[in-house]
């Protein structure tokens, strides 16, 4: 039977408170460049019927299949049975990517190759890489080889997998997530498929003929970044392009509402991604660097912190029960430590010159055969970086062979006609004779592999042809070929383009020419009217042919359609101060020449502000000025926050978005794989993690939803941090007390365990179920005390109380009271201690509390200690506090009995 569970509104009882296969230069005659006008379709969630790899029917798939007979079992990457070549059944590979297929599946193979994967994009959306990590059973999505015991990259939207010497070539084809278009209405938007290739979940069947479509030996099949639909390469061709969301549909944050606006910074700022790696580094060096600097100008040495006080057990003469000393098991601790951090640095070097190691072990095995290894550079840029790509080739092959399996080794389909190779060691570069042999540039003396430039060849220095992209212009047409010249400038490009798209050159002054280069980061650079573009390709394929073809030109209107206003979130400054004070602190940072235009809201309590551009270029300058700047010797915490356009959300009475707050320090850390999860399932826009700026980011850009639920990954006191900031912002939302769901991630989970979410969130449930739970919970109410202290001018000695889930300080009155919120229980005595000293040391050494299970038994080990002193008299426990409490309930007064401690629960024990 499934188990059900419920929601707690955060509303207060009244109880307590309220092909076109061509370059991206083209270098055909101008009669060909007209016939070429087919519209590229792109890869963005909210593409149309397009998008994707949709064209790849009227382009091909640009394999490149030789004939091979494979030596050990190998599976077609199209339907993912075994190809059986030891039984004269013959398998085709390509050349390029390493696709392999049978010879009866050629004629329905859909799935592009890597090499023109970058031309089938219309709109280029950046992936946002992870730190290097370590998985199994996964595939390349560029060279699709295995991924096992080696380094690589996952995309943390798209559920991309790359090698890290493959990343530079992975195609900027990840999930839109902010589609918005000015002028439609709710009823008007539609969301497409967004298809990634391989990798699926065990056991996936497809959706239109219910077979299995996934493989664990071969990259094959397709899924639906939105919806989660999987199908076989064939079959996704035939499903409907529209995307309903699937199972979660009634709480995910449709991306035709998202807007963002146009700025230079990467998709892992926007969205919070954190480097959770670099930080813990340069937390492990500040550390070491405050343990060095440490003054000795007195004899006393520093006092201990809560943390190392209990977290040890010594004794007096500095030696816990083994017999060792502190000093001793700090030391091992800290070359273990670096043990594991050089091994880490080991492995990441390993993995970068792994292809060039292979290569050497592969020279070794054939010095005595006719194979050689070459270095191949595709330009200035790649020598400086001393970055290559190595081919294998016969020593007596020709230049054009050499020139061929270069293009390969780059993922470039193009006639080789186009290229010529020169010797990388030369002073003075000099094309190398197309019937030259490899032996030829052998010496007897060297021993090193040959270096060698991969060229381009200009037909006609002077003239060309470059492709204009109309972007998100409200044009049905693909790229333009547009001819030029060495003296045609950005606006001349400008006026030709308009009146090819059929815009009207009299709408010149609306629009700017950009410059968009699809790397790992998909940059912009607005273009001056004055550059001349084939002046700006020509300098590029100098430096690096393969950045040439991910260069592309677009047309932009320069005012932006998704508004100009800017909003940034500020926080780490001092809390309680006067607007006119955070203004002044602010100005400081950012200078009088670069203003925002509004402040506000302000969060006093928080020491956090919102601030207001209504420019894109001074919004980025101020982020970047505000990101490295220090207040009081804390680094200021700066987020662009997207917008939400809530207008179209009430059209649709089913559509409740979730809003995702995840904390990955509670418990046993399980929230990193838990929040990546869920950027994946969901609109990652719709996900905040509790570490970069805690609840306030994610409910100032939910503020205008007019309904929502939130989901709290993380413990009690996690709950309670959430629910205290809907207390202080909820007045300012729409939507002012939405439902809150609980995974509970933290040590004790008391409150979870009430509203029936579970005793601890294990990893073995899927992040799928936990979502459909979300949806079909019930609603509750939950009732959340004001408990208020009035401080006696005399006091006889310090009473420590602490509310166990969540006590946080609402306001302080002129008379010196204290407001505090209970959520759980009130605990005043020694439970009280305990549970204090528990979180201050938690707070002080958050690494060494990473496990569930460590927790709870460093929780007994404080506690048995606070007793053993309670009863010896040596802990400075009050024994009497039944004579310093008098307890009254309902007019009534209670006689205590002789008690350490006294708790006033809230929920069922």
């Known amino acids: ?265 990467p998709m892992e700022t926007i969205i919070g991604v954190l480097s959770y790696k670099k930080t813990r580094e340069r937390k492990i060096e500040e550390k070491e660097v405050a343990k060095t600097e440490q003054p000795e100008k007195s004899g006393l040495a520093p006092r201990a912190t809560v943390s190392e006080e209990l977290s040890s057990t010594t004794m007096n003469n500095g030696k816990d029960s083994s017999g060792e000393s502190t000093s001793s098991k700090e030391r091992k601790r800290r070359k273990e430590r670096d043990r594991e951090e050089r091994e880490s640095e080991r492995k990441e070097r390993d993995s970068q010159q792994k292809e060039e190691r292979r290569s050497k072990d592969k020279d070794e095995d054939e010095q005595d055969s006719d194979a050689e290894i070459v270095k191949v550079f595709d330009g200035n840029s790649s020598m400086r970086r001393k970055v290559f790509r190595t081919i294998t080739v016969n020593r007596n092959a020709a230049t054009k062979e050499v020139v061929e399996a270069a293009l390969r080794s780059f993922y470039i389909k193009d006639d080789p006609g186009n290229y010529y190779i020169t010797e990388a060691l030369e002073s003075e570069e000099r094309p190398l004779d197309v019937f030259t042999p490899i032996s030829a540039l052998l010496t007897e003396t060297s021993r090193e592999s040959p270096s060698l430039f991969l060229r381009y060849r200009d037909k006609d220095p002077n003239k060309g042809f470059i492709k204009v992209y109309p972007g998100n212009l409200k044009s049905s047409q693909g790229y333009k070929s547009i001819p030029v010249s060495s003296d045609t400038t950005v606006d001349d490009v400008l006026e030709y383009a308009l009146r090819k798209f059929g815009l009207g050159t009299t709408t010149k002054s609306k629009y700017n020419l950009i410059e968009v280069t699809m790397d790992n980061r998909v940059t912009e650079r607005v273009l001056t009217h004055s550059e001349k573009p084939w002046r700006i390709m020509q300098q590029i394929r100098k430096e690096s042919i393969h950045q040439m073809l991910k260069t592309r030109f677009y047309l932009q209107e320069k005012e932006d359609p998704h508004g100009s206003s800017i909003a940034l979130f500020i926080g780490n400054l001092p809390q309680n101060l006067s607007q006119r004070q955070y203004h002044g602190i602010l100005m400081g940072f950012i200078g009088e020449s670069n203003p925002f235009v509004s402040i506000g809201p302000i969060y006093y309590e928080y020491g956090s502000v919102v601030v207001n551009y209504d420019n894109n270029e001074a919004a980025v300058k101020a982020f970047n000025c505000l990101k490295v700047s220090l207040y009081d010797e804390r680094s200021l915490l700066v987020m662009l926050l997207p917008n939400i356009q809530a207008q179209l959300l009430a059209d649709d009475r089913e559509l409740t978005p979730l809003l995702v707050f995840v904390n990955v320090k509670s418990g046993g850390c399980q929230g990193m794989e838990l929040i990546a999860s869920f950027r994946k399932l969901l609109n990652p826009y719709q996900v905040f993690d509790l570490g970069n700026g805690g609840p306030l980011p994610g409910l100032y850009v939910f503020r205008n939803v007019p309904k929502y639920r939130i989901l709290i990954c993380g413990g009690d006191g996690t709950v309670g941090w959430v629910l205290q900031c809907l207390d202080n912002v909820g007045q300012d939302s729409v939507c002012q007390a939405p439902p809150c769901a609980v995974v509970p991630l933290g040590t004790g989970n008391d409150l979870a365990r009430v509203l029936r979410w579970g005793t601890g969130y294990t990893g073995d449930e899927e992040p799928m179920g936990v979502l459909r739970d979300v949806i079909e919970a019930d609603e509750i109410r939950l009732d959340r005390w004001t408990v208020v202290f009035h401080p006696d001018e005399k006091q006889e000695g310090e009473v420590k109380a602490v509310a166990a889930c969540q006590i946080l300080s609402n306001s302080a009155a002129e008379d010196n009271s204290s407001m505090f919120v209970m959520n759980n229980y009130l605990g005043i005595g020694l439970d009280a201690d305990l549970a204090l000293d528990f979180h201050n040391a938690r707070e002080e050494n958050p690494d060494k509390f990473n496990s569930r299970l460590h927790n709870k038994r460093m929780y007994v080990k404080m506690g048995l200690r606070k007793m053993v002193k309670s009863r010896s008299g040596k802990s400075g426990a009050r024994h009497d506090l039944h004579r310093e409490i008098e307890l009254e309930v309902d007019g009534k007064i209670v006689e205590l009995p002789a008690v350490e401690g006294i708790i006033i629960l809230n929920i069922l024990r």
């Open 1 to 265: 039977m499934r188990r059900s569970r419920s929601m707690a509104g955060s509303e207060l009882a009244n109880s307590g408170q309220s092909d076109s296969l061509l370059l991206d230069v083209d270098r055909r005659t101008s009669a060909d460049s007209e016939g070429a006008e087919s519209c590229v379709g792109g890869s963005g969630g909210g593409g149309g019927p397009g998008s994707g790899a949709g064209n790849v029917e009227q382009i091909g798939h640009g394999h490149f299949f030789t004939k091979k007979s494979f030596h050990k079992p190998s599976y077609c990457h199209h339907c993912a049975e075994m190809i059986w070549t030891l039984i004269g059944v013959p398998g085709y590979v390509c050349e390029v990517c390493n696709f392999v297929v049978h010879e009866r599946c050629m004629k329905s193979v859909v799935t592009p190759c890597s090499s023109i994967a970058a031309a089938l994009i219309k709109n280029p959306v950046p992936h946002c890489w992870s730190d290097f990590i370590h998985v199994k059973r996964k595939f390349c999505n560029v060279c699709r080889k295995r991924l096992d015991d080696t380094w690589c990259f996952r995309c943390e939207i798209c559920d991309c997998y790359v090698h890290a010497e493959c990343q530079e070539f992975a195609a900027s084809n990840c999930r839109e997530c902010a589609t918005y278009t000015p002028g439609k209405e709710g009823s008007q938007l539609t969301q497409y498929h967004h298809w990634s290739e391989g990798n699926l979940p065990n056991n996936s069947k497809c959706a239109l003929c219910r077979k299995s479509c996934w493989s664990s030996e071969c990259l094959s099949g397709y899924r639906c970044a939105w919806c989660a639909v999987t199908a076989h390469p064939a079959c996704h061709k035939t499903l409907t392009q529209e995307c309903d969301f699937g199972p979660l549909k009634k709480i995910m944050l449709p991306a035709s509402v998202v807007t963002i606006p146009r700025t230079e910074l």
